[in-house]
């Protein structure tokens, strides 16, 4: 390999190098000469031998190619390359468009190894725009790469795939779109839920938090003996629900089995008479509270509730039977305000796709064995969503048109087909993630007619329940438990906020005031100032950053404004064209304040009011 080539692959792909230096050629693939005297490359797969490259004339055929595809791209549009060869259309079609950047990704190691014998990188300018070097030879290599050229971007880059790829490589460009098309729909989801819910999830961790003073932690304030290798039956809202409600009947009389209803469940089971030992729950939006509307308007004062910190702040309100609670990964102000009197980290639930997964984390933890899923369809049932005893006036039982038309077929429980959607494979694939990591636990699923899940045994309920040792169950397993949270340290860390409160309006101001004399002074075409107003901008903004309201509340209500701009103006930061770099930075931080003004309005009066709440909760030897 060329020196030059070394040298730049160990700053940007320092494990291709290694790669490439352990090789042994294999000698089926060739570096020969086009009739027109260029370079090519010939492979031999399956005793057939195929050119990467025309075996007449590279250079016409590049020209063809990029004459072909060139409606489709745009000017500075960063571009991922599949296929390297001997970069001929790499490197036109840099030239032609300029890419911001571009990455390249090569399934062959030899070919890699082949070309950078004869392409000297670092003396061909379009190489300089360079993001990533990609060899990807096993399928594990691929999510990794993705993220490495789309995880920092707002955008995603346009594909290019060399010709000769499609029919040589044709599995592995397949596997590679495969991915690239998963993972883009999975952020766009994730994207969409921060949008929905990221002021929504602080400000349900604001408005709960003086319940977590007052109610034990489910993670650290139980002795995880009471449930070690104790039978749990998790309970989801599935149609298959209907056929077990005897069998649950029969196992809360024996008391062989800990029931613990997640989300919509509990109305089925309390409209059959049966009371699960708890209801799990962490929706974050305001409808949460009708599925505790029943056991509200009944008084029913026999269920405790075991909630997410920053479940809608709705639910809470009024209920009549025991709490308890547990910290989820999107309540920011706990991560930051709170500590335990016992210990220095705090385990918390990974926010999922769906509670019944959130409760599965906690039962693992709580050394519960085996775990028994019923009602678990993550598919539908005579186009049904729910079992029955389970309405809503927002939502109806029965699938409509629209959605019928998006359900597909998915591998069933025994071998056959369900129905499903998009929503319930990635809250199975979610699942099936957190049961890879529980090796140590042997997990029942007895859903009839409902999505195979991996990593679960089948097993109908009615067979389960013979192997069920009778009254283990502890009546009141939530007795005497209580917080044991360091309140001092808790209203010390209040008071910051209180501090940070009154001086962040006059700092959001400050920064605004900045940025309107970036805007005026390009203007102005007084260009030779814009250095130090970011630098400026750049010293106010981190005196935000650093603030503990920052990071308990405007960091977490506003992070998708937050990467979006951070992202945009990284994109710019060494930008020689300051009058476009000063534009974005002014429209990336105009959009980013005005959401951090929405979002200090909607907390700043609840969070002096909770204050005066939390001086009058005792504990810890504290007066109060």
Do not use: C
């Amino acid at each position: 390999m060329l020196i030059d080539n070394r040298i730049i692959l160990r700053e940007k792909a320092k494990n291709v190098l290694e790669r490439l230096d352990e090789l042994n050629e294999s000698g089926n693939v060739k570096l020969i000469e086009a009739k027109n005297g260029q370079k090519t490359l010939q492979i031999e797969t399956n005793n057939q031998k195929q050119f990467i490259h025309s075996a007449y004339n590279p250079e016409k055929e590049t020209a063809v190619f990029v004459e072909k595809i060139k409606t489709k791209l745009e000017e500075r549009e960063p571009i991922i390359f599949i296929g390297f060869g001997l970069g001929y259309h790499i490197e036109a079609i840099a030239e032609a468009f300029s890419p911001s950047w571009f990455s390249i990704i090569e399934f062959n190691p030899s070919i890699l190894n082949k070309s950078l014998n004869v392409i000297n990188l670092k003396k061909k300018k379009v190489y300089s725009n360079i993001k990533h070097l990609h060899l990807i030879e096993k399928e594990e290599h691929i999510l990794p790469a993705i993220l490495q050229d789309v995880n920092d971007v707002n955008t995603p880059p346009q594909i290019i795939v060399l010709p000769s790829y499609e029919r040589i490589f044709k599995e592995e460009v397949n596997r590679y779109f495969t991915a690239f098309q998963q993972y883009l729909k999975e952020k766009k989801n994730r994207f969409i839920t921060t949008i929905s819910f990221q002021k929504r999830w602080t400000y349900n961790s604001l408005k709960n938090f003086p319940y977590l003073l007052k109610t034990p932690n489910i993670l650290t304030d139980f002795d995880t003996s009471l449930f070690e290798n104790k039978p749990a039956i998790l309970v989801s809202a599935g149609p298959s629900l209907n056929e077990e409600i005897n069998n649950l009947k029969k196992i809360k009389k024996d008391r062989s089995a800990y029931i613990f209803s997640v989300g919509s469940a509990i109305n089925a089971l309390i409209e059959h008479d049966i009371y699960p030992d708890a209801a799990f729950t962490y929706d974050p939006t305001e409808k949460n509270q009708f599925v505790f509307q029943k056991i509200k308007e009944k008084g029913i004062t026999a269920i405790p509730i075991v909630f997410g910190s920053s479940v809608g702040f709705e639910t809470l309100e009024n209920y009549p039977g025991k709490m308890v609670h547990f910290i989820t990964s999107q309540d920011n102000i706990s991560a930051h305000i709170i500590k335990h009197n016992e210990y220095d980290h705090i385990d918390i639930a990974v926010d999922s796709p769906s509670i019944a997964i959130i409760t599965l984390q906690l039962l693992n933890h709580l050394n519960f064995n085996p775990i028994i899923l019923v009602g678990q369809n993550f598919s539908y049932q005579q186009n049904k969503r729910y079992a029955s005893g389970i309405q809503y006036d927002f939502v109806k039982n029965e699938l409509n048109e629209k959605e019928m038309e998006k359900v597909f077929e998915i591998e069933s429980v025994d071998g056959g087909k369900v129905l499903t959607n998009d929503g319930f494979v990635r809250m199975k694939t979610s699942m099936e993630l957190i049961l890879s990591g529980m090796k140590d636990k042997t997990v029942y699923n007895t859903t009839k007619n409902g999505a195979k899940i991996k990593h679960t045994i089948y097993k109908e309920l009615t067979s389960i329940i013979q192997e069920l040792p009778q009254n283990i169950v502890m009546n009141h397993w939530l007795s005497d438990q209580k917080p044991n949270y360091n309140l001092k340290y808790i209203k010390e860390q209040w008071q910051q906020l209180i501090v940070d409160l009154k001086q962040m309006e006059e700092k959001i101001k400050e920064i605004n005031s900045y940025i309107n004399k970036i805007e005026e002074t390009v203007n102005a075409r007084k260009l030779n100032k814009l250095h130090r107003l970011f630098t400026v901008v750049d010293e106010k903004t981190n005196e935000v950053l650093k603030t503990l309201f920052y990071k308990a509340f405007l960091r977490p209500m506003t992070q998708f404004e937050y990467e979006l701009a951070s992202k945009e103006i990284t994109a710019v930061r060494d930008s020689s064209d300051l009058i476009h770099k000063s534009n974005v930075i002014v429209r990336q931080y105009r959009r980013l304040i005005a959401e951090w003004v929405v979002s200090y309005r909607l907390v700043a009066v609840d969070i002096s009011k909770i204050y005066e709440q939390i001086l009058g909760i005792k504990g810890n030897g504290e007066e109060g």
